[in-house]
């Protein structure tokens, strides 16, 4: 095993991390790898899934098993899309 020295912690972080450590009733320094360990998994999963924000989204906002929410939800992603492209080769203003 080998040690990490993090320095330059805004107060506020430890104080976060502190507090985590005292509910979990875990040390500061034990509630810091679990937390490390949290993020390096969840990026790594978001890495992996190379999966769209369409995909990674769809199953928070409905239920996969009824067909008419997967649908409203198609045409609600249909419409951000459409939204977002009116601006695609639009001129460019000019600033002085």
Same mark, same amino acid.
């Given at each position: 095993?080998? #040690? @990490?020295?993090?320095? #330059? !912690?805004?107060? +506020?972080?430890?104080? #976060? !991390? ?6 979990t009733g875990r040390s500061l320094?034990e509630e810091a790898k679990v @937390? @490390?360990?949290? +993020?390096?998994? +969840? ?6 899934s190379g999966l769209s924000a369409?995909?990674? @989204?769809?199953?928070?906002?409905? #239920? /996969? ?8 939800? +198609?045409? !609600?992603?249909?419409?951000? /899309? ?15």
């Amino acid at each position: 095993m080998s #040690d @990490l020295l993090i320095r #330059d !912690i805004p107060d +506020a972080m430890k104080q #976060d !991390i502190a507090e985590r450590a005292k509910q979990t009733g875990r040390s500061l320094s034990e509630e810091a790898k679990v @937390l @490390l360990r949290k +993020a390096l998994l +969840a990026e790594n999963d978001n890495r992996r899934s190379g999966l769209s924000a369409w995909e990674a @989204l769809r199953p928070i906002f409905f #239920d /996969e098993s009824d067909p008419e929410a997967g649908e409203e939800f +198609a045409r !609600i992603m249909d419409e951000i /899309e459409a939204e977002r492209k009116k601006d695609f080769g639009r001129p460019v203003e000019e600033f002085e």
